[in-house]
């Protein structure tokens, strides 16, 4: 496995723990499909919860949140409605949160998390949040 990858996969596993220590409940990690993959479904209460992590080593080159645009939003509100529709499940609420992993590998991880990034009800129009 390349680095990359590594460095990924480790800041997904702290994502992970994190959001257990919050109470969710961790549905699915890795979820594919043609339009692309989301990192972590949970649920956190009666919310579905579209979890996108990001991992760094360092800040030099921005904020992990930082890559988190628009465009990617959007995608990961599609790819939301995509598992619902593979489960055959109806999720009045869902939302879109963003955690940001910083480990450098000297010292203890940063974690940070964004919630509720984008939410939506199946009867309303998507409320998109700005974090800048």
């Known amino acids: 496995m390349k680095a990359k990858d ?5 800041g997904e596993d702290l994502a992970v723990g994190y959001l257990e220590t919050l109470g969710m409940l961790i549905v699915e990690r890795n979820w594919r499909c043609s339009e692309g993959e989301i990192d972590v479904v ?6 579905l919860v579209i979890a996108e992590v990001k991992t760094r080593r360092s800040l030099d080159y921005g904020h992990p949140f930082e890559a988190v645009g ?3 939003l959007a995608r990961l ?3 939301g409605a995509a598992w619902c ?3 055959e499940l109806r999720m009045p609420l869902r ?3 963003v955690i940001a992993v910083v480990d450098d590998g000297g010292g203890s991880p940063v974690v940070e998390h964004l919630k ?12 998109w949040r700005s974090w800048a």
């Open 6 to 10: 590594l460095l990924g996969r480790h």
């Open 42 to 47: 949970a649920l956190d209460g009666d919310a």
């Open 70 to 72: 628009p465009d990617k």
């Open 77 to 79: 509100h599609r790819l």
């Open 85 to 87: 529709r593979d489960r």
């Open 95 to 97: 939302r879109v949160d």
């Open 116 to 127: 509720g990034v984008a939410e939506w009800r199946s009867d309303a129009p998507i409320l």
